[in-house]
T-cell receptor, first 113, second 113 residues
């Protein structure tokens, strides 16, 4: 089955630690995205990538980093510089940038202790 | 600052009722308006979408109404069922911003049997 796989589903981190969330897709989509979801705020775009080895900052990129070394993979690192990292993180992809139709993974819930 | 304002935050209806979710925007450059449905613990999935040259679009029991002059659009769920209980997000995007989606804050709909 084609889709987007995010791991881990739940993650706990101590303050001051970096953590990397995995996102893999087998849909052969060019574009990939990371969103953050907080209660009452909808989804906010962290980073997006149109093609391999290229990515752009979204609306709330501070304290996060990404890489796109392979078409299928778009990992997100939540660094210690992110002031409020506890959230639900969603990875998504689309056939190309700008189609509007996003396919989402099931999310990773990060809790900072 | 949220570019798409969504209301209400939550609503409860009886089975067979018609929950209505409203969204408003300011940026007249928006030209694509999708709705996403999210079940607990899952990622959102595209439900239905509309472009501003159309005033209404139906897909099954879901209808989008679009009022370009008022800069508003709404989702109606006809003959709602308990399985429709989910969080619904409206969104908007524009060509000049790489079609990046701006999401509303979400509406949690509960359909009572």
């Amino acid at each position: 089955d084609g889709g987007i796989t995010q791991s881990p589903k739940y993650l706990f981190r101590k303050e001051g630690q970096n953590v990397t969330l995995s996102c893999e897709q087998n849909l052969n989509h060019d574009a990939m995205y990371w969103y953050r979801q907080d209660p009452g705020q909808g989804l906010r775009l962290i980073y997006y990538s149109q093609i391999v080895n290229d990515f752009q900052k979204g609306d709330i990129a501070e304290g996060y980093s990404v890489s796109r070394e392979k078409k299928e993979s778009f990992p997100l690192t939540v660094t210690s510089a992110q002031k409020n990292p506890t959230a639900f993180y969603l990875c998504a992809s689309s056939i190309i940038l700008g189609t509007g139709e996003l396919f989402f993974g099931e999310g990773s819930r990060l809790t900072v202790l | 600052q949220q570019q798409v304002k969504q209301s209400p935050q939550s609503l409860i209806v009886q089975k067979g009722g018609i929950p209505i979710i409203n969204c408003a925007y300011e940026n007249t450059a928006f030209d694509y308006f999708p709705w996403y449905q999210q079940f607990p613990g899952k990622g959102p999935a595209l439900l239905i979408a509309i472009r501003p040259d159309v005033s209404e679009k139906k897909e099954g029991r879901f209808t989008i109404s679009f009022n370009k002059s008022a800069k508003q659009f709404s989702l109606h769920i006809m003959d709602s069922q308990p399985g429709d209980s989910a969080t619904y997000f409206c969104a908007a995007s524009r060509r000049s911003n790489d079609y990046k989606l701006s999401f509303g804050a979400g509406t949690t709909v509960t359909v009572r049997a």
